[in-house]
């Protein structure tokens, strides 16, 4: 699989703050994701990779050309789908697509040819014509991804692609985007807060945090990270939690499910032994297949942010609570 | 145990061959329904020479001729029948029509498909023409910027308006009344008017036309988050302020040099000047020709600066007029009460007029030296550049 993002003790500083600490990252084609709580740095790297702001130090390269000094090389392979609004109101969706495409350096006629292509891939083939004011933000957001799309690059890097869309429209546009990448075989770097949207679309992800590399890998491999048994149990949940403790277990208690982290497979054992000194039943006890916002949720523990969701955490910096990270804590990758 | 291997023709036996019932001929199509000669099943020669025998033409007619070309197949078919099959068994085919799909909701797409593309892009410079011609071209026709109609017809009434000198010099030239041609022939005060005069020019008119058109020229990138679009492709902030730059100068221009151009050209024509003529004025028109461009770049590097600072189209017109308008008065006031003309220093306007009237060789109407003037011009488009190149450098790809 070829390597499109590749960098190497990525730093910026903004005077004494710093945006990005010693970032190393390797990114492979397909679709990956870009995760973080806000101020976390995912915009700084997104302009860091579209080659539009100088480096304090370190190096790196986005399909094969320096972030440094071939900034246009690199916007031209890359189609950029930004977060907020920044289509022309009073245009028609067919103009600004075309204006976006000569934008990119195609001829006037090749754009329009394209333009109209590309609103039809993104499902406005009928609106083409209708002023964007009069747009829906389903529309809007179908129109930047068709700006994003014109010339057809290489890398699509999307910022929030599913914000402000409903259940449809969301689901409409990440099959878009999933076809992009399995139907026309392109890359895709989407930062998004919603963890289904990218379990979705993406078997990679890239998280930060604080400027600095937290994870990064296939979902898959990072989810065995901590592989946990849940059980579910009747007759005494807080005598077996209370039991779990004792034994050093740490369990995690919503009613009379707990998930305890599987040790080895003497744990299963062990929790059986537990349950028959407790006193307690066990209806159900199986290994537990978690999502990646249990994933994001466990990294972010181990950080030291007491969070319930992912949500919590991305839409505002949350603060540190009381929960002291672990001392197996890992600086760079898992 | 070779033996015990079955061999292919075990596995279907002979009873297999034979359709378990004999199928009837009125079940057969009629292309299909079996000819009439009975042939044996191991006369294999005559079954040959049957099948040779049918493949051939029917009959072929020596003096036939079908398309200018003798000897060829006559069928008795029209050409599109011959050619599309028309008419073989069209009167028992049914035609295959669009199921209507229940489940179908509106807006859903069937046929989704990513279609690459493998063209080349062009250059930088195709891409800043790309910007050009999208401020430019917007003033005449969709599909570029939508520039209010009230701009446009704005933007028409001082063009008509500022070639009113070469309408009078038409209009005297046609009635043969030489007061006319005096008031409105080539001469420095004219020439100096036509681009420098403050009323009406440079009081009404070209303030108002800069103001409509740089209001929104920036401010409405950053307002709309469009800045995006441009620099997340490969443009970068130089080109874009250029671009910018050059797209209000350019329709300023029209406005004042292409008109001065016309008034000069029209004067020459319209006298039926020779060239001792040209050799006369040719360096006046020069003179106000510079006067001009230099009115058209003050104007455009405020206004744009005026712009760049803005999120909005209101406040950077109004600071423009403001800025012109207000700095003049304010001048004005203050020479009235201590008689001091280098206050006008601090008004773009009277800086250009004071330049304007040493370039042109008038007798200047201001005490402080022309340097003076020409100095604070310079100062004033510096500052205005700096800005200008300050705040599009602020402006954000990823967020606003």
């Known amino acids: 699989m070829q390597t499109i993002i590749a960098t190497e003790n990525l730093t910026k500083m903004y005077g004494p703050h710093v945006a990005l600490d010693e970032m190393s990252l390797k990114i492979s084609s397909g679709a990956t994701a870009l995760l973080g709580p806000n101020g976390a740095g995912k915009s700084t790297m997104i302009k860091t990779l579209l080659g539009l702001i100088q480096l304090t130090s370190g190096e790196g390269e986005v399909l094969g050309y320096n972030i440094r000094t071939e900034g246009d090389n690199i916007r031209q392979r890359i189609g950029y789908m930004p977060e907020y609004d920044c289509l022309t109101p009073e245009m028609n969706a067919i103009h600004q697509v075309k204006y976006c495409g000569e934008l990119t350096g195609m001829n006037t006629n090749i754009a329009m040819q394209r333009a109209h292509e590309v609103l039809e891939y993104v499902g406005l083939r009928d609106q083409r014509y209708r002023e964007i004011s009069t747009f829906s933000t389903g529309m809007m957001q179908a129109t930047k991804l068709a700006c994003a799309i014109i010339h057809d690059p290489e890398l699509l890097i999307c910022d929030e692609p599913t914000n402000g869309l409903d259940t449809k429209a969301r689901g409409f546009m990440l099959d878009t985007l999933f076809q992009v990448v399995k139907q026309g075989d392109r890359s895709i770097l989407m930062c998004s807060h919603l963890m289904d949207d990218v379990e979705k679309i993406c078997d990679r992800i890239v998280m930060i945090h604080k400027g600095k590399l937290i994870a990064q890998g296939k979902i898959e491999d990072l989810k065995a990270i901590d592989r946990e048994i849940e059980i579910w149990v009747w007759g005494g949940a807080s005598r077996m939690e209370d039991a779990m403790i004792d034994a050093g277990l740490k369990p995690r208690r919503t009613g009379r499910v707990m998930r305890v982290v599987r040790q080895d497979e003497t744990t299963y054992d062990l929790v059986l032994e537990l349950a028959a000194k407790a006193k307690v039943q066990i209806r159900r006890m199986e290994d537990y297949e978690p999502s990646l916002e249990d994933l994001f949720l466990v990294i972010m523990e181990r950080l030291g942010y007491g969070v319930k969701s992912s949500a919590d955490l991305l839409k505002s910096q949350p603060p540190t609570t009381a929960i002291a990270p672990l001392p197996s804590q890992p600086g760079g990758n898992f | ?400």
């Not at chain 2, 009113?164 to 030239?173: E, I």
């Not at chain 2, 902030?237 to 016309?262: C, E, G, H």
């Not at chain 2, 006298?271 to 770049?297: I, K, P, R």
């Open chain 2, 1 to 400: 145990m070779e033996d015990e291997i079955p061999s292919v023709d075990d596995l279907f036996p002979d009873d297999d061959l034979q359709p378990s019932e004999p199928i009837s001929e009125e079940l057969l199509p009629i292309a299909e329904q079996s000819p009439q000669t009975i042939v044996e099943d191991d006369d294999i020669e005559s079954l040959m020479a049957l099948e040779q025998a049918s493949a051939q033409p029917e009959i072929l007619p020596t003096d036939a001729e079908f398309m200018g070309e003798k000897g060829g197949v006559v069928t008795g078919r029209g050409r599109m029948e011959a050619a599309f099959g028309t008419g073989d068994g069209d009167e028992t085919a049914t035609a295959q029509v669009a199921q209507v799909a229940s489940d179908v909701q509106t807006g859903t797409i069937f046929h989704q498909v990513y279609r690459p593309w493998r063209g080349k892009l062009n250059s930088r410079w195709v891409r800043n023409w790309a910007i050009l011609r999208y401020h430019i071209y917007g003033l005449f026709s969709k599909g570029h910027k939508p520039w209010p109609v009230m701009t446009k017809l704005v933007l028409f009434g001082v063009l008509v308006a500022s070639i009113g000198d070469l309408l009078m010099l038409t209009v005297g030239a046609a009635t043969g009344i030489e007061a006319i041609e005096r008031l409105a022939g080539i001469s420095r005060g004219n020439l100096y008017g036509h681009v420098l005069s403050f009323w009406f020019r440079n009081a009404c008119t070209y303030p108002i036309v800069t103001a409509l058109i740089i209001g929104g020229m920036i401010s409405e990138d950053r307002r709309n988050g469009t800045s995006a679009l441009y620099f997340s492709r490969p443009i970068n902030r130089r080109d874009y302020a250029a671009m910018k730059f050059l797209s209000v100068a350019i329709i300023l221009s029209v406005v004042v040099l292409f008109t001065l151009s016309a008034y000069y050209l029209g004067a020459i024509l319209v006298g039926g000047e020779g060239w001792s003529y040209v050799m006369d004025t040719g360096l006046l028109f020069l003179g106000a020709f510079a006067a001009g461009t230099l009115l058209v770049f003050t104007y455009t590097s405020i206004g744009l600066a005026l712009s760049s600072v803005s999120s909005g189209k209101f406040f950077p017109a109004v600071a423009f007029i403001g800025l012109i308008l207000g700095t003049k008065m304010v001048a004005f006031l203050i020479w009235a009460l201590f008689d001091s003309s280098a206050i006008y220093l601090i008004s773009p306007y009277d800086n250009l007029a004071h330049v304007g009237q040493w370039m042109l060789g008038l007798n200047h109407t201001y005490e402080h030296p022309a340097s003076w003037s020409l100095v604070m011009l310079i100062t004033m488009n510096a500052v205005s550049l700096y800005i200008l190149s300050a705040r599009v450098s602020s402006l954000e790809v990823t967020r606003e």
